[in-house]
């Protein structure tokens, strides 16, 4: 017998276009999705309350295109019955999709707590949610492309920039109760901001999520044989912060 | 042994027609009560290996076997190939019950090559074998119809009646649902899932979504050889080898 995996194209050219299409639309919603964190951020930043309201109008836009990709990657498993590395990329879409419409979510979360009067935060305050905006931002967009074209390295990278953001979530919590100390007058801001660093936290983990089913698409590995998960302590109880471990 | 106690086994199996080997080297357990599923494109001995795993290969002309097939750890080429198919009974891939013969004489006919027996026994052993293949109820009142009067798909539980009223030990099926509607496919496999809790079951099916429904462990076959085993759930979502992928999704085949 031949140890040779025997050459030649697939008998249904058509299924891998399915496939390839599937990806396109999870793709798509990944963009809508990180439109809506990216004109969400900008629209709270700026207390701009019109911005904010053109996010909250693309909630409905971000349903349809999750409603779309679930009847569509359903339909797929329904009629084409994929196996191995089919029915993994069609199973990982389906679930990526749902960290997608979350990551836009939190965008819309952020349009919607938006309020009018800028310039409240403190500057560090303020270039430390930028900073985790840029990030998260990036991580979103790495997982998209990762998803895209199949790149494990790519989704692999995730998991050390979300300790990173993790860490950075940890320090804004602690930037905004000072100020709360200091400054109880800027209670809803500080309330909010707390809000916001929580979300591009979550962003993190949700991106962080993409890239995990993605690996597992391709390779088959499930998170668990490649990323242990450490014990995890309340806050107060940490002594050194962790790194490389993605333990969320 | 990767799922529990092995009853089937083969060891270096290898069969040929002539000089050609149509299988080659295949050693493979089957686990006690299990259901395992042979998939593989057409040609990569499938069949042949199912034919030998109770002594029907050698019932071909310039046929030859080498290798073991042991049950319970006992060659079965060593023994009389008649009880050897006592004890591995088969199912084929049209359903073939005996035309000139009513229902109840179809399955009571593996009694009585077995021996004489008491004709109360004769009554219990053939509907305990039509419950048990899940035809009783559509039957139990016309036995004594021709066999032909049946449908497909019920024409084939007869044939798994007549296999079980043997009182096998294993159930080789070779393609038992090929010639079946989705109904009646349906029926057999529901029953399949039935008799696994009595029977080690070994099918052999070009039906990919059959296999992942029924087995708990599949062997793929390519070219004569053996290229994976393993639990059916694994084999479909996370093949070990290149060429299982390849196949399962459709790649080539």
Known sequence: MSPEQPPGPRARPSYDLEIQHLKDRAAAMGEWSLGMVHDGWIAFEASDLEAAQKV???????????????????????????????????????KSTTHLDRIGR???????????GSGEDSADLRRLLEQMDTIVEGMVRQSIDAMSHDRVDLARQLFRQDDQVDSMHREANRKILEQLGRAPAKSQRLANDLLVARHFERIADNACK?????????????RSEYLPRHSVVPYVLETRPKSGTGGR | MIGGTAKLKTDRLTAYYGANPAIKDISLEFPERKVTAIIGPSGCGKSTFIRCLNRMHETQPKTKVEGKVLLDGEDIYTEDPVRVRRRIGMVFQKPNPFVTMSIYNNVSVALRFNGHHPRDYVDAAVIRSLKQAALWDEVKDRVDHPATSLSGGQQQRLCIARALAAQPEVLLMDEPC??????ATAKIEELIGQLKQDYTVVIVTHNLQQAARVADFTAFFYLGGLVEFGPTETLFERPREKLTESYITGRFG
């Open chain 1, 106 to 116: 939190l965008g819309f979360d952020m349009a919607r707590i938006t309020t009018p």
């Open chain 1, 210 to 222: 993409v890239g995990e089913k993605t690996i597992y698409a391709i390779t088959g590995q499930r």
């Open chain 1, 56 to 94: 909250l109008d693309r909630g409905a836009g971000l349903d349809g295109l999750d409603d779309d990709m679930e009847h569509a990657a359903i339909a797929f498993m329904v009629l084409r019955q994929p196996t191995a590395v089919d029915l993994r990329t069609a199973a990982a879409l389906l």
């Open chain 2, 178 to 183: 090929s010639a079946l509607d989705p109904l």
